[in-house]
């Protein structure tokens, strides 16, 4: 599951809670909503073009990265909703919501109607309206006990007043839902500041960058990664992308989700040279990439 990527004042706020029943009152969240916007103005002061550019957050592996975790997940297992592989699907549609302003939704995700976020609607609202650009990014979920899992997840984007980068990384724990409609729910959350998201401008300073997590060589199969006359290679870097008989440069990037972007590229090959929109979409948790309608699967 995607990476296809929460802001940092509400889940500090949300974590207030974590562990336990929601508190009666939300006092203690204020304080900590506060705590963690001080934080983030400490960590990442705003450059000139901040509210401009692309955001490339840590791959993974790197500081405030998920985890560089590429045992192949049990695919099979995963198409069951109620499974542990399953799980981190809870946290995608989170993610998505948030990134698409369906707070009511994301809100919903969490335990006891939401309350398990430790805020109202309307405070969770509130909170996720100072973003102009969430993207979550979810990790290999691992059991805990029979009803609880913990998943990797990584939080980036920009505060709408300024457009100040954050990124957060840490563990969020889902819970088993017995009373029907979505199977697991958000039942904890331990994510902290850590990291810097880079931005790419636009213009002047620098170029367009695909984000990391769609870095890395493609092909149509393991099997014909690395060989000789695999014509379904891709190379996919920073600034470009490499095909088997074309180059193509990147001119523009435009984020859909976390896990979907659209990329303008000027291309040449075998004598031609033309542009178009690669419409590229994550899946499988990074290991799969589509461009188009060609599905090709990420080399080790």
């Known amino acids: ?29 204020a304080a900590n909503v506060a705590e963690a916007e001080t934080t983030v103005a400490d960590n990442a002061a705003a450059p000139a073009n901040a509210a401009d550019g692309n955001l490339v957050p840590p791959a993974p592996g790197e500081t ?6 590429r045992t192949p ?6 198409r069951d909703p109620k499974s542990v592989e399953a799980s ?30 430790g805020m109202t609607e309307q405070q969770f609202t509130e909170a996720y309206r100072k973003y102009s650009e ?3 990014l979810v990790g290999r979920p691992e059991a805990q006990g029979p009803s609880t899992v913990r998943v990797p997840v990584q939080v980036y984007g920009r505060l709408r007043e300024g457009g100040r980068p954050f990124n957060l990384i840490g563990m969020m724990a889902l819970a088993r839902n017995e009373g029907g409609g979505r199977p697991w729910l958000i039942a904890d959350s ?37 060989k000789p006359g695999d014509d379904m290679r891709l190379a996919v870097a920073a600034g470009s992308l490499t095909f088997y008989e074309s180059v193509g440069k990147v001119t523009a990037v435009k ?29 499988d948790e990074g290991r799969t990439l589509t461009i188009g309608n060609v599905k090709r699967v990420r080399c080790a």
């Open 73 to 78: 997940l049990n695919e099979s297992a995963a």
């Open 255 to 283: 984020a859909i989700t976390a896990d979907r972007i659209d990329a303008s590229v000027d291309y040449q090959g075998e004598g031609e040279k033309w542009s178009d929109v690669a419409a590229m979409r994550l899946s």
């Open 64 to 69: 405030g990265g998920l985890p560089d975790d």
């Open 190 to 226: 331990a994510l902290q500041p850590r990291g810097t998201v880079k931005i790419v401008a636009l213009d002047g300073g620098g170029t367009p960058a695909i984000p990391a997590t769609f870095q890395g060589r493609w092909s149509r199969s393991a099997a014909t990664c690395g």
């Open 134 to 136: 969430i993207h979550v």
């Open 1 to 29: 599951m995607s990476a296809r990527p929460f802001a940092v004042l509400l889940i500090a706020g949300a974590l207030a809670s974590c562990g336990r029943e929601p508190a009666a009152d939300n006092m203690s969240n």
């Open 88 to 117: 981190g699907g809870t946290i995608e549609l989170w993610g998505i919501a948030l990134s698409e302003g369906r707070y009511r939704d994301a809100y919903r995700l969490w335990q006891h109607d939401g309350r398990q976020s």
